[in-house]
């Protein structure tokens, strides 16, 4: 953990050397690419030893079956070798080395490649095989039209930016930055008609960088002063079970859940810094004219906190691995698209049974939330006072169902994951099932709306996330697909 810190603050210091001495307006795309693959190698190798080998192997055996397989089926058969690759140093970590260990392990890493190899398989195929009249108005946007070099390819996988702690960006987003297109955006004429223009005007990132180291030291006191006092295994403690009261048992729930999170704040945070002071995650200005640096940013903290529904903190919660697990498998699935995204979600977490049943328990709360929200709630929005009133209590009970679903996954294992909830009798496994049999999960579904039922919770808002953050230009040197490209990242910021 000690080196995983001290290459993460490195990689922040030579983002800001990459950003200021090799510039995309003083370096070739060739150089930047180079030194950004040798930098995330070295951090790397420093960090996790030869087990960095895995990071090259599984990236370059994914080019190799990219080459050979084409583009019909490349994304199948590179969406099974990266998940299979990583499952198995998963497996072999988790049951022959340190069982339970929160080490800074090298399969961390291969989460966010593999999440990178699958996403960009996805994107060749839909922008090299599928028909433009076939693909969603994210896929259209996020197609690649064009075979990647070797040295694109292992620049995106592993740049010292990304190769540590991500997060997942889109491969033509990385591509736009390297070539110093990132600030090229469409404005309106006067008369309503669109031109393209650009912006000359490269934004600094400091004030954003440093607003979110910030965020970061005070997680990192957090972490270090109130979570080892809030230990999640006192929940199961069996002095705590029998003395304390329902009401107490379940602030503790909540408290402890809650102070255990500062630690991803920590690390997502500090990872957005530095991929913002290398000059990457700009997203145009706002309507005031700030700049907006989360591209790729992986969560917001106050809606997490404060969030009002199981929707809510989904959608500001690890936001880039919820919209790779929409474009890759959710989008895409033939039957039962929301089951099939919790599993995959599960089996990409790794090997431990309680990621298993927390991602189970998920499907049955995102479920009954959803039934709950579309039956009840438009009975609490038109007064104030009692919107007021149905916030605080769905605030209430949104933090203590997300805690009481995720204990598993801090838990790890069967036995004390069954502990838990054997003491709580199951209280809201039985709920969910008896929200499901009592209010109906769909109205009146026909069409589009009938495809909106069935949406996980995260993906109407994502959908919207996708086409603000998720835009980019051509690759290639075609002025005219440049010009396409500029114009559908144009009308998504417009969005």
């Known amino acids: 953990q000690v080196n995983f810190v001290v290459c993460q603050l490195f990689a922040l210091l030579a983002a800001i050397w990459f950003r200021t001495y090799l510039h995309s307006s003083k370096t070739s795309p060739f150089i930047r690419h180079v030194v950004a693959t040798l930098l995330g190698l070295y951090l790397a190798l420093f960090c996790f030893g030869w087990y960095a080998l895995h990071f ?187 003395t304390a009261s329902w009401p107490v048992r379940f602030f503790y729930l909540y408290v402890s859940l809650m102070a255990a999170r500062p630690k991803y704040y920590f690390a997502w945070t500090l990872a957005d810094a530095i991929n913002n002071a290398a000059g990457f995650g700009f997203r145009g200005y706002d309507k005031n ?69 927390t991602f189970l328990t998920g499907v049955l709360m995102t479920l009954a939330a959803r039934a709950i929200r579309n039956n009840i709630r438009h009975y609490f929005v038109d007064s104030p006072a009692v919107k007021l009133c149905y916030d605080i209590i769905t605030w209430m009970t949104t933090q203590v169902a997300i805690s009481y679903t995720v204990v598993p996954f801090v838990l790890l294992s069967v036995k004390p994951s069954f502990t838990f909830y054997s003491s709580c009798y199951f209280c809201l496994h039985i709920a969910s099932i008896l929200v499901l049999l009592v209010f109906p999960l769909k109205r009146t579904q026909k069409g589009s709306k009938k495809h909106e039922s069935i949406q996980p919770v995260w993906s109407k808002k994502l959908e919207e996330e996708n086409l603000l953050q998720k835009n980019s230009y051509s690759t290639t040197n075609n002025s005219f697909g440049q010009k396409q490209e500029i114009t559908c990242r144009y009308q998504a910021l417009k969005q």
């Open 56 to 242: 090259v192997i599984q990236s370059g055996i994914s080019y190799y079956i990219m080459i050979i397989i084409g583009v019909e089926n490349m994304h199948k058969y590179c969406f099974v070798f990266a998940l299979g690759y990583l499952t198995v140093c998963q497996i072999t970590r988790v049951y022959i080395f340190d069982y339970g260990q929160y080490s800074a392990d090298f399969s961390g890493p291969m989460m966010i490649i593999t999440q990178k190899i699958t996403s960009l398989a996805f994107e060749i195929h839909d922008g090299m095989f599928r028909k433009n009249e076939d693909l969603t108005p994210s896929q259209r946007c996020l197609a690649v039209r064009r075979m990647p070099s070797l040295l694109e390819y292992l620049s995106y996988n592993c740049n010292f930016m990304g190769i540590l702690a991500g997060p997942l960006c889109s491969y033509k987003d990385y591509i736009t930055f390297i070539e110093g297109r990132s600030y090229q955006l469409q404005q309106s004429e006067a008369n309503g008609k669109e031109d393209t223009k650009y912006e000359q005007t490269d934004p600094s990132p400091n004030i954003a960088v440093a607003q979110k180291l910030l965020i970061c030291g005070l997680s990192l006191l957090f972490h270090m002063t109130i979570t080892k006092t809030l230990p999640v295994e006192y929940n199961i403690d069996d002095n705590f079970r029998a």
């Open 289 to 357: 004219g700030v700049t907006r640096w989360d591209l790729i940013s992986n969560l917001r903290i106050q809606q997490i906190e404060f969030s009002t529904s199981f929707k809510m903190f989904l959608d500001n919660w690890n936001i880039q691995t919820a919209l790779w697990l929409k474009r890759v498998c959710y989008e895409r699935a033939t039957f039962s698209p929301t089951i099939q995204t919790f599993i995959l979600s599960a089996i990409w977490h790794g090997v431990y049974p309680g990621y298993y049943l």
